[in-house]
């Protein structure tokens, strides 16, 4: 066999996997490949993997950049093929100029954001800056019943830890005269009416496909009771499109464009009492504001009818309106209406909840803003509705974490075990399994451990285990205390590997999510609180940082005054 060979295929396969993965590159991935490949020539993975394990290291201490330029030289064509492999990206838009399309993001400022706004956000975004175009961040609050003062800074907030930038920003709720001038011009042309039937009739109405009494009032009469909704005299009335009462599409059945709200708004207070529907104000801010390219998801597909008739009336311009599939993870409701009931019967912690798909909560769990991106991405834009599992966000959040996160030993449901005859032994530890430069911390052990409970309950007297990268144990004794004595140090094939913890560490919780609805109930096992004991290094890390548990799981650290606390982010 020939180490150099070893050394240049292990060479390309690093540099490869530390481009893919920003600049970190996976010992084991690479030594996967470079087997998969080296074997033909019958060389033994026996010799491959120490030589990979040098390789990675070395690689990694280059920044991306050389690693890019280095791998173009090597073998341009691996930089391409992995590129592609990755490379989510969004198919074109119809009538799509460089540098002219204009997308939007529209929320009302009614809550936090969740993971379905982060999918219209982000295919928004991404669309802006694939065409070099421009992108609007436009609060609909043109419902004062849905729109709360806190929330237009929160949901800036939430954009922002998205990685999102926008390059305008403004509040429907400014256009509002504009709004009342284009009702005002749609009245005049006899394409909108005042109707004051009560809400029941309006419904029957619809329902049957009948006209009601106001429809066939004259322009002059209209023009003044819309005036006088304006002006607080008038209760009880809405302003209707004449669209068709017959049509099939019931959307198309004089849609309510205005309707009074007298709750005060949390910018305008009591100055307006007439507020555009949604079917008005999207339409109209969409054309208005140059929007070419606005997104919507598919559950409004009905209303594009509505959406394109009244920009004809009104002689606006008409956008290239785009529909998506509403995004939904399994377990995991997004609506303020199912997790608003949860918070306040305190099922939940509130917004910020690790068992929610809020923006908050996916942050306090340590899921990382770019893994939120690729999983939306790798979803990409299609029309079928799907309940996607979660699974997959934490996938692309290890590809993330995995090359930065530190490691750290941790016993979740720990019992004590004593060693008779156990060398005093000190070690130094790495951090990081072939990223050097996360430095090392030095572990010293006695003759008390924490070992999972789970792993000693698959022993018996007798039983000969290992204690991880350290020496065998006999098993003594297990009634009780449980008991056992230095064995060796040779390892044993098959014995079974525990993960342990020594004398001086520290007790900690894990909190680790679960399911929050399980067959659409809500599942009093999803939050689980993992006692454990941790090295005391933990003592060092920084809140916020994602360590990697071995053998248990990446988990975002809160590091408090008293008290130390993970989320458990993935596996
Ligand atoms: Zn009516």
């Known amino acids: 066999m020939s180490i150099e060979k070893i050394q240049k295929t292990a060479r390309l396969y690093a540099l490869q996997n530390a481009v893919q993965f920003s600049g970190k590159a996976n010992p084991k991935a690479v030594v996967g490949k470079v087997i998969a490949i080296l074997s033909k020539d019958g060389i033994s993975p026996k010799d491959i993997i120490p030589v990979v394990e040098t390789v990675v290291q070395e690689v990694n201490k280059i920044p991306l950049d050389k690693q890019t330029s280095e791998l173009k030289k090597l073998a341009p064509e691996l930089l391409v093929r992995e590129k592609k492999e990755r490379d989510y990206s969004l198919p074109d838009l119809p009538n799509a100029v460089k540098g002219k399309v204009v997308t939007r993001f529209p929320p009302e400022p009614n809550g936090f954001l969740h993971i379905g706004h982060a999918k ?17 961040l436009r609060f609909d609050d043109t419902n004062p019943e849905n729109a709360e003062l806190e929330f237009y800074d929160a949901q800036k907030e939430d954009l922002k830890w998205l990685g999102i930038e926008w390059d305008e920003e403004y509040r429907t709720s400014d256009n509002l005269k504009k709004h009342y001038e284009l009702a005002e011009q749609l009245i005049k042309q006899g394409h909108a009416y005042v109707c004051d039937c009560s809400p029941d009739f309006v419904k029957e109405c619809r329902f049957d496909g009948k006209e009601c009494e106001c429809r066939h009032d004259d322009v002059e009469l209209n023009l003044s009771r819309w005036k006088e909704m304006l002006a607080s005299s008038a209760y009880g009335c809405v302003l209707r499109l004449k669209g068709d009462m017959k049509c099939p599409n019931t959307a198309m059945r004089d849609p309510t464009l205005f309707r009074i709200i007298e709750k005060p708004h949390p910018i305008h207070g009591s100055k307006y009492r007439v507020w555009p529907t949604y079917d008005f104000a999207g339409a109209v801010e969409d054309s208005i504001s140059g929007v070419t390219h606005p997104f919507r998801t598919k559950e409004y597909e009905l209303r594009d009818e509505c959406y394109f ?15 998506f599939a509403r995004l939904s993870i399994e377990g995991m409701p997004v609506s303020k209406r199912k997790i ?32 939120i ?79 999972p409970k789970s792993d000693m309950d698959k022993l018996e007297k007798g039983d000969i285990f290992r204690l991880k990268d350290l020496y065998n144990v006999k098993i003594l004794k297990k009634d009780g205390k449980i008991l056992g004595e ?10 079974l590997k525990i993960q342990w913890a020594s004398e001086d560490s ?9 399911p929050l609805f399980i067959d659409d109930n ?6 689980e609180k993992i006692r454990g004991f941790a090295e005391k290094s933990v003592k060092d890390i920084q809140t916020d940082e994602i360590v990697q548990f071995e053998r248990f799981g990446f988990v975002r650290i809160e590091n408090k005054k008293d008290e130390i606390i ?6």
């Open 486 to 495: 230095h064995a060796g140090e040779k390892l044993i094939q098959d014995s």
């Open 373 to 451: 991106k690729q999983f939306i991405l790798s979803q990409g834009i299609s029309k079928v509705e799907s309940t996607v599992d979660f699974g997959l966000l934490e996938a692309e959040n290890r590809k993330l974490v995995d090359p930065i996160a530190k490691r750290y030993f941790f016993v979740p449901y720990p019992v004590v075990l004593y060693v008779e005859n156990a060398p005093d032994v000190t070690k130094e530890i790495s951090f990081h399994p072939s990223n050097t430069s996360f430095g090392s911390r030095i572990i010293k052990t006695g003759n008390v451990f924490y070992v």
């Open 566 to 571: 993970g989320y458990f982010s993935n596996k």
């Open 120 to 136: 219209a956000s982000i295919v928004d975004y991404e669309y802006a800056k694939k065409y070099d175009g421009k992108f609007i």
């Open 506 to 514: 520290i007790e900690m919780n894990v909190f680790k999510p679960h």
């Open 340 to 371: 608003k009931p949860l918070i306040e019967k305190k099922l939940v912690s509130g917004f910020d909840d690790i068992r929610l798909p809020t923006l908050r909560g996916l942050k306090k769990r340590g899921i990382k803003p770019e893994a």
């Open 522 to 527: 809500y599942n009093d096992k999803s939050l």
């Open 309 to 323: 008739k009244l920009l004809d009336y009104l002689k606006l311009r008409k956008p290239n309106l785009m529909e």
